[in-house]
């Protein structure tokens, strides 16, 4: 028997995606796949399969959007170098806040370059100018910074906040407005392994744990109009940009959140992509509402939170459970 014939190349011919924060890490690997680029694809040497001209022949456009236009121009132009010229498939790069939902101004109308960075509302109304349909929506731009929960300020608990949900539902709302509602849509929103809460993060815990929630609500809302929606839920994933976040902290984390992966071992981009591809595809046409967790059972384990011996949680009731409990602990005799 054949393999699946849902999933296999050209799945995504003339559809049009944005990925948020598609320049780098994960959402780079998502946007590479969704192109067609992905070389880890094709075992080595493997052969072109006949009649198509190349496993690049025909792809979707991939809209990749975050903050930094440099980021996403030096993204684009790779990208756009491993696109063969008799391909349909296109990247473009808009420069967006998600955390910026209204159309404060509309820039896309002015003839500047580079292009200025846009509000969710005028992203998605530049996309639809630009390809006339949005098929797909990541939310997969975001992040955090690492400290404990006493010591986040108000500022950064909202900064993150802001930025992975609030920006996930303005995205969502946006595209859902002004194309899903009418025209149906898959939509895949990155989350984090937040399961055994995430000590740590905690501003980022918070956010995904409602990204989760949201994601099965919209999932129900939507479904009348034929879009889809579901979760990914990565588990440590190495990437240089991911890395280099954390600053100067950034090498030891990745490093010792080794030993807490079932796998021993960290995953990388190109694993949360495929499953990314996977939900946004036709193989997918029954799921929504579900979070996918990409982590090798690293959600089942081990937290990285160290807890130090202490006395101080509140004594236990007196009685007889206790009583046996002290017999149990006490030293043994000396003979
Ligand atoms: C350990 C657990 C095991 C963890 C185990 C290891 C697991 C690793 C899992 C990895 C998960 C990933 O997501 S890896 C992907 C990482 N990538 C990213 O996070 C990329 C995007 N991130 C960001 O842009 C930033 O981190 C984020 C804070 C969200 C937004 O930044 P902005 O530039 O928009 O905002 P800023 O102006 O810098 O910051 C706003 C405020 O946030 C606070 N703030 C910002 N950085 C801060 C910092 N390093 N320390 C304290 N506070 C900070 C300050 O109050 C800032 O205000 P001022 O004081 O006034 O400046
Ligand atoms: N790596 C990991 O272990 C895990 C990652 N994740 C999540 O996966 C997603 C991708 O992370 P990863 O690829 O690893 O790391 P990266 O740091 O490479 O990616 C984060 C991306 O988000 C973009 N971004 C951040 N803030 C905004 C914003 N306000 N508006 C628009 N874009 C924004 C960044 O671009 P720019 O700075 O140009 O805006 C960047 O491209 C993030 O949401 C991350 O938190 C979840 C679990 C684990």
Redesign the pocket.
């Known amino acids: 028997m054949a393999a699946s014939s849902v999933f296999r190349p050209g799945l995504f011919n003339n559809k049009v995606a944005i990925v948020?924060?598609g320049?780098?890490?994960?959402?780079r690997a998502i946007s590479n796949e969704l192109l067609e680029l992905g070389e880890h694809r094709r075992p080595k040497g493997a052969r072109v399969p006949r009649g198509a001209q190349s496993f690049k022949a025909q792809s979707c456009c991939v809209v990749i959007?975050?903050?930094?236009l440099e980021?996403l121009e030096k993204a684009a132009e790779e990208m756009r170098e491993k696109i063969p010229p008799s391909s349909p498939a296109r990247v473009s790069l808009q420069p967006?806040?998600?955390?910026d939902e209204d159309e404060v101004s509309a820039p896309c109308r002015r003839p500047v370059l580079p292009p200025p960075s846009l509000t969710v509302k005028a992203l998605v109304s530049s996309v639809l100018k630009q390809f006339g349909r949005i098929d797909y929506l990541v939310n997969?731009?975001?992040?955090?910074f690492s400290s404990p929960a006493e010591h986040i300020s108000s500022k950064g608990w909202k900064a993150v906040v802001d930025?992975?949900l609030t920006?996930t539902f303005h995205c969502c709302k946006e595209v859902y407005a002004a194309w899903m509602k009418q025209n149906g849509g898959a939509i895949v929103n990155?989350?984090?392994?937040m399961w055994k809460g995430f000590p740590g993060m905690a501003h980022t815990g918070a956010a995904r744990a409602a990204v989760d929630n949201l994601t099965k609500s919209l999932a129900i809302e939507w479904a009348s109009s034929g879009v889809r929606v579901n979760a990914v839920a990565?588990g440590?994933?190495f990437?240089k940009?991911?890395m280099e976040?954390y600053k100067e902290l950034g090498p030891n984390l990745f490093k010792r959140s080794i030993p807490f992966s079932p796998a021993k071992r960290l995953g990388v981009?190109e694993e949360i992509s495929s499953t990314v591809c996977f939900l946004l595809s036709p193989a997918a046409s029954y799921i929504s509402g579900a979070t996918l967790k990409v982590d090798a059972g690293q959600s089942l384990y081990r937290s990285m939170w160290e807890i130090p011996d202490h006395e101080a949680w509140p004594a236990a009731p007196e009685g007889e459970n206790l009583e046996a409990l002290r017999e149990l602990l006490k030293p043994p005799s000396k003979l």
């Open positions: 948020t924060g320049g780098t890490g994960i959402g959007s975050s903050r930094k980021r967006c806040n998600i955390r997969n731009g975001g992040g955090q930025t992975n920006g990155i989350i984090a392994d990565p440590t994933i990437s940009t991911a976040n981009p």
